[in-house]
């Protein structure tokens, strides 16, 4: 079906697509909709989920987790103060390897208080062994959500799959649903390997391990993000077959001989792409790398397509506040360090709180870049 | 305790299904206070035993019979639970 819906409609769409066995949700902007839309979906009967309205974001990650515990399929959403407030959470969610996936619209992180789109609620929760997803549209947010609850499973992982606050969760695009059935079909059910609440077969979760087991357990966790990106790739083109989308994990547009190329991941992609496309109209070569799943890091992956270019500017809708760049940047230059012939590397922060990123600052991006001279080891994007 | 095991050797999610480890390590041994239980007292309504948090109340038969202290962490649910005050909490002596 070709539908107008929003980034956030298109999330909740997709999660009664998906009718979860839970749901435990607080409401934050910009994420809001998609919980509150969800709700309507459970209150008109059109869901079997069990909709649990919880009083705190951290409360809600952790019903989450009692619930998957007991085998069933769960799924949350939220944003910025929200994420932050579930922080300690998620890394119980991802060393229980349990398979819960979270809708994000990102948003900044105060203060001071913002509530538009950037990538630092997401990139905060980086280190807590949750899958990442950054999608471009709502189109790949609606297709990327439903993947991300059959890769999640597979995997024994979380999966947070974000778009980008406002830019994505609130304007409309128009989009190609599935039927709810071949949605039903392509997820199956999920097949636990135990349940909580199975007094037959009593288990015991969250043991305390001390110095003898503890890292030997977060070994094997660290095991399964490492094992995990041939099941992302199984699992997208498992979904190209039925919906006849593609994303891949890392894609390079308009790469071909090109001279300089930006890094980036998220919505303004699409502005990039704009910018690219005009630049090679004048005969400049130009590309971008997109990069779709910022965890588990593909870092092969990245290396094997960044070497091929002298110059690369790495662009983060986030700063780590740590004095050398954004967080992508500091992670592509770690994976570029053991190359023969190291790429001239930048940074480029750009977008905080939502701040426009329009395709002359692509432009302006990309022309820099290309000049391979900074004075700076960032730029900070249309900062005054 | 028997050789450590390796990384691969272990349960995912830490999720422990094999719950012999339950058996081995006796978890009531920082208890301070110990409730005693008196036979002559006691009603047997096993309030007692739905709200130990430790299964540590042992039934025989459907019947209470005493306290598990190799369990019991002395929290004194039981005897505060307990209509008949059947259960009474003393100090732990070593």
Not at chain 1, 33 to 58: A, C, R
Not at chain 1, 202 to 218: C, H, M, N, R, S
Not at chain 1, 322 to 350: A, Q
Request: charged fraction near 25%.
């Amino acid at each position: 079906m070709i539908l107008a819906k929003t980034g956030n409609e298109a999330f909740a769409y997709a999660m009664k697509q998906i009718n979860p066995d839970v749901v435990a949700a607080y409401p934050i902007t910009p994420s809001t909709e998609i919980v509150q839309l969800f709700s309507n979906y459970v209150s008109d009967g059109e869901v079997d989920t069990e909709y649990v309205p919880v009083e705190s974001e951290h409360s809600a990650m952790t019903a989450c987790i009692g619930a998957a515990v007991c085998g069933c399929r769960v799924m949350t959403a939220t944003a910025s103060q929200g994420l932050a407030l579930m922080h300690e959470m998620l890394f119980i969610a991802a060393g229980l390897r349990l398979p819960i996936v979270m809708a994000v619209a990102s948003r900044s992180l105060s203060s001071p208080l913002n509530i538009h789109g950037d990538h630092s609620d997401s990139v905060a929760s980086r280190d807590s062994g949750w899958l990442q997803f950054f999608c471009e549209t709502v189109q790949e947010g609606y297709d990327t959500l439903i993947q991300a609850v059959k890769i999640a499973e597979r995997a024994n992982l979380p999966a947070l799959v974000g778009i980008d606050g406002f830019i994505l969760s609130h304007c409309q695009e128009r989009i190609e649903t599935l039927e709810d059935q071949v949605v039903r079909d392509f997820l199956g059910r999920r097949k636990p390997a135990y349940n909580l609440l199975d007094w037959r077969n009593p288990i015991l979760v969250g043991p305390a391990t001390l110095q003898d087991y503890y890292f030997e357990f977060k070994r094997s966790e660290i095991e399964g993000m490492n094992q995990v990106l041939p099941i992302i790739e199984e699992v997208q083109a498992e979904f190209g077959r039925i919906a006849g989308r593609k994303y891949p994990v890392l894609e390079e547009y308009r790469c071909e001989d090109a001279e300089a190329v930006v890094v980036l991941m998220g919505s303004a992609c699409g502005t990039v792409r704009v910018a690219v496309d005009r630049m090679r109209a004048k005969g400049k070569k130009v590309g971008m790398v997109k990069l779709r799943v910022f965890r588990p890091l593909v870092h092969s992956l990245l290396k094997k397509s960044l070497v091929k270019f002298k110059k690369i500017g790495v662009m983060d809708r986030v700063d780590a506040v740590n004095s050398y760049g954004g967080p992508l940047f500091t992670e592509i230059t770690s994976v570029l360090y053991d190359t023969d012939e190291r790429p001239w590397v930048f940074s480029y922060v750009y977008g905080l709180g939502g701040k426009e990123f329009t395709p002359e600052d692509a432009e302006m991006v990309l022309e820099q870049v290309l000049t391979g001279k900074e004075d700076e080891l960032v730029t900070y994007v249309g900062v005054r | 305790m028997g050789k450590l095991k390796g990384w691969r050797e272990l349960p995912c999610g830490a999720i422990i299904t094999d719950m012999s480890a339950v058996k081995e390590n006796k978890t009531g041994a920082w208890r301070s206070m110990r409730p005693v239980w008196n036979k002559e007292k006691c009603k047997q309504c096993l309030m007692c035993w739905i709200y130990c948090p430790d299964s540590a109340i042992v039934i025989v038969e459907g019947k209470v019979t005493g306290i598990d202290y190799d369990y019991c962490k002395g929290c004194g649910n039981c005897a505060s639970i307990c209509p008949a005050k059947a259960i009474v909490m003393e100090k732990e002596r070593k």
